[in-house]
């Protein structure tokens, strides 16, 4: 193993550049191998200057800090990425120069960190000859194969403590606060930091609410004398019978979150709860900034389990959590199916014991 | 002095349990003083159960909590709150029942905690024969006659780690980021935070904007090389020549912050400047949760202040921060302007000097 | 299930609060049970006003705070606990008292909340014939049958945030920061922290080390022109052929660390390695405070999950977290072999990779 | 103006970068003048690589971090430094030295950073015709002629979490908690956070303590049902009659922080008070890290402030905070006495007030 190189993908979270350096700290220290880091996703191998020698000196001080050091794409997926020609946008593949210019390079494998799109794209540069390993990132904990991926812990904490700050609030001021979260399909910020923070009512995408359950609950904690509720609410939440009719923070779509699903559920708290509501978008906030301890410790591991992995030539596999221990999978069980909260699982189970609503609880 | 009263009016702000603590603890400790709490700001005084007693006992432990144990006013102004009547939304004047309440309660003064609306009303009650003395707090920081209300180093502290979150996210991601904060009419959070967090642009209410003025910074840092822009725009910030157009977030107007300065900046950076944009609007996290020392320090300083002024007689003022010593002045003096943002200031030359914009940088 | 009792036991830890909340909220909500609380550990039992009721109301508010509402014991174990006596310690078995009591309220079963030894008097309870299920808590993280204690990842998040703080003074000022962790005879804390915040040494009690290797490593770092070095030393930490030698911060020893193995360690590298040194000892900032989100997320389930195992008649057993899901094991297997680090695991194996000192590395 | 210099001198502080930041991009943008940094203190002047150009990136993306990217000095004053010469150690004067090598890279004034101390240097070297400009930097607060120097409020806002952290401990497990901290002679760290920390005792330099008194108030407290207390000890506190006769954490002496007087007070409580005691000493903690808002803010407006003071030719002056405005004073004004706590100010005064003992209350 002599040289390997590093790139990552997709929308940001706490910890890439714990893995980056722990990549190449691992490569350099115990196999003596040098790292190329290729910048801005699958980009940087068409790029000027696109592709940089990672040293010790190039990843000392970045373990606390957010982002990447490498950056991220700016035109996407190789395999169909935007381009504006001629003043239209066109759809190209450029995945064949990637492969050529990493055969040129001398690169002999190449670790992929990034969330399922990603790492879809990295087993089809593994099938294609580039042999590569992956490392599970997203905060929105929704890729198979593994306990946790990194990120979502620090996801977790910053919802947590917003839930914390809107509590007081909410209580000395008697309103019902909304905090809306990110996670796509997938409804674990809003799951754990609901539960970490009391809230009263979570809503997630697996678990399809009708209105008129929320209400009832904000009614039945105010006529009890509590006069105020907390709602942690996922931004792929929906009603009964509609598909995420809600418009996304996330990075695909529009940045204006006017018709959030917060927004929503805010606006029928006032009109029909007849009780005063205050959303709260965290949107980035969630996705940048220094990492917890557990997702540096993650990353970290999931960075040096990499590098061993490509030395053991276990091309075409993703480092995982399982337990405490990191192992891992074939890209084909971690990408399968994405992972959703396990709705009749022990944490939904504990939710709703504590009595917590889903806006799925029948009237009466 | 036997027994006085203290009663928290207005929006939340981080330090109005630590004023209600000192005030209880200095009144009991040092002058043998009983204290009656009234709850829900003026409400308390014709409430079953509105007037409560506050022992030590009462005060222990909530030093650090947000929020205000003695809640919050729902219907305002006591010589105008707003009652329903018959299906319809009267406006009705209570004060002169307050004022007797006060006086068969044998309270010999009232500490009010507020910002300019409530200490406003308190200097009305002092007027009318209630011995009052004010205790500045909002975490807009637009009271006069003091350097500090508290509260505001919290909001400024919140938002200035959002800052932080955001532009490690923006710098990997190459994104205009926009953080969309609280202030009223005045700019002193988004231009501390903004100072602190390193925004490149800051719009403040007290300096009409211009959108291509935006525009030019984003374009010009871009073209240097620098692909992010990070902007902190207070929820007052205005185009040049249109008063406030934007709803606010605030406690006063309805709760989803559709059509805000900020959503309005990014669509405009989006579609013009043709930057990715991104919009976080921090609400009331600004207002809630665990206060900072320095905002626990003025508060408790502030609340033990206003007994000593109670016991000096020197009623019909508000306690006061003027550099590092505890003052008073009279109502009057506070009220007379709200405090705005010194746009010839050091701390606006020190920004612009910077090369920070504010949006009204002429062209070229 | 009409009424069970909830007791914690042992040192401090985030999250206990989380515990007994989500005790009486699923006992309550779920299962129409009462809940007694004892007060000071077993103590409780044979006090007056030892034990107390535990309703909705009694938790309200709790969870983001540290310490136990419960309180903890002041002379421990009921088994053989100190009692002065006409001017003597003597030590006298009140389990017998204790378990009379116990049925004598009618508590059908009790929740244990504790660490190794507070589970081994639990299982003696339900030996004896008191219905006892376990909830496994301590931040060393040294309970065997679960993947993690709750407690523990507040105190590894609390020691990282403290090496993120002394890094930037080495760095500037050329020093050599020593800090000292707790965690008892398991390395744990200065494992996991130690990755998390970049230490350069990690000292464990599970590896013995010679003072020369961290000599060693502290001048190769300053020769390749890195002037500081960080150490994160367990207070377990012990040189090789001793047995433990330092004393302790944990709760049992007298309080002045005044021969911890941080400050021996520092007075060696300062004398023999040439280099300025400075010695933190976070002591019982690690026990205290809010819980971090995993933490609250972790002793919430475990709360609820008890209850739960008590509904379903699981006497004599521990809840237990293994992947992402609540088990529950027998006490003996939980207390058969106290969990220590694997030194031969991939946490280990990855810091050792990334050039990380562990003190038993062989010269040249 | 065409060129300047700057450094930094003395112990850490946060918000060192803050300031050399702020210095590079006025001078840079406003002035279009060149900037020079002298690492290590003024031993940069005689060392080789001593001397850096610091241009815009240079200093982008320091503003949050802590520690000084111009490194401190490593041997001290330059009128008096320790070298070793054949292996002894012999004092030398180097200011000469340092004066010409200025005058040889065509600098026209220097920014000195740094506390008194060094300010003293700073006013030398401009008495000897380097024209130079201060700014005060302390996290102990007890420089003249400010209301404020930076780092202060984050040290303090860092013993008040430490202190919030304790107290749950404390209460729960019925502890004694003693929380030493920085400030060398003057109690402004311990005195500001023991108030915003809730704290039982303080025990500051300004005000020698007896020990008796310190148990009259743990006792009076246990007496009256609440079996703990938090006490906040200022390094330099001292009894009566003695001066500071325990060995300070700070810069000056030996790490080990054998026989402070946390440790003392501890071994007091624990054997005369009949108290279990825990001592915490924060050390460097109170240093490092990212600086909060506050600090940020007003070394920024420092940094800005010294670059506009050289414009106006203002040598010999050192910037200063008064009220929300930075001004400037001569050298000599803030040299002339050393800051202290006012024993007679309002904060002690409201301290007292709270019940809050500082050991010199006298007995019955």
């Known amino acids: 193993m002599k040289k390997i190189g590093v790139l990552t993908g997709g929308g940001d979270a706490p910890g890439l550049n714990a893995v980056i350096r ?19 996703g699958f980009e940087g191998f068409l790029e000027q200057d696109g592709v940089i020698d990672l040293d010790l000196k190039a990843v000392s001080g970045i373990l606390p800090r957010g982002g990447t050091i490498l950056g991220a794409a700016n035109r996407g997926n190789p395999f169909a990425r935007k381009v504006e020609r001629n003043g239209e946008i066109v759809i190209e593949d ?5 492969i050529a210019r990493a055969e ?4 002999e494998a190449l670790v992929v960190v990034g969330g399922d ?30 306990d946790f991926t990194f990120g979502f812990d620090t996801a977790v904490n910053i919802a947590t403590e917003a839930l914390d700050r809107l509590h007081t609030t909410a209580e000395s001021h008697h309103r019902v606060m909304i905090l809306e979260l990110m996670g796509r399909d997938a409804g674990f910020i809003a799951l754990h930091s609901g539960i970490s923070g009391g809230a009263d009512v979570i809503l997630i995408p697996e678990i399809p609410f009708h209105f008129e359950a929320i209400c009832r609950k ?7 004398g509590r006069k105020f509720s907390i709602l942690a609410v996922s931004e792929g939440a ?10 996304r923070a996330g990075d695909e779509v529009f940045v204006a979150r006017l018709g959030g699903v917060g927004g929503t559920v805010a606006t029928f708290v006032e009109n029909v709860c007849q009780a005063e509501a205050r959303v709260t978008v965290l949107g980035h906030l969630q996705r940048g900034g220094t990492p917890t301890a557990f997702d540096r ?22 480092v995982s959590l399982q337990q405490t221990t990191i192992v891992d999978v074939p890209f084909s069980e971690a990408l399968a199916v994405p992972k959703r909260v396990d709705i009749g699982g022990d944490a939904v189970v504990t939710a709703r014991g504590m009595g917590i609503a889903f806006g799925d609880e029948p009237a009466g």
Chains 1, 2, 3, 4 share one sequence.
Request: include cysteine; proline fraction near 3%.
């Open 104 to 107: 040129e390079l001398g690169m």
């Open 297 to 318: 410790w993650l990353a970290t591991r999931y960075g040096a389990a990499a590098v061993r992995l490509i030395a053991n030539k276990g091309f075409g596999r993703m």
């Open 218 to 224: 904000v009614t039945e904690r105010k006529e009890s």
């Open 22 to 40: 722990a990549v190449v700290k691992t490569a350099v220290h115990d196999y003596d191998c040098e790292v190329l880091g290729i910048r801005n």
């Open 238 to 247: 929906h009603p009964e019978g509609e598909q995420q009719v809600f418009r």
């Open 117 to 146: 799109g990603t790492l879809h794209i990295a087993q089809e540069f593994n099938n294609r000859g580039v042999p590569t390993v992956g490392v599970p990132k997203t905060i929105d904990n929704d890729v198979g194969g593994t």
């Open 94 to 98: 450029i995945s064949a120069e990637c």
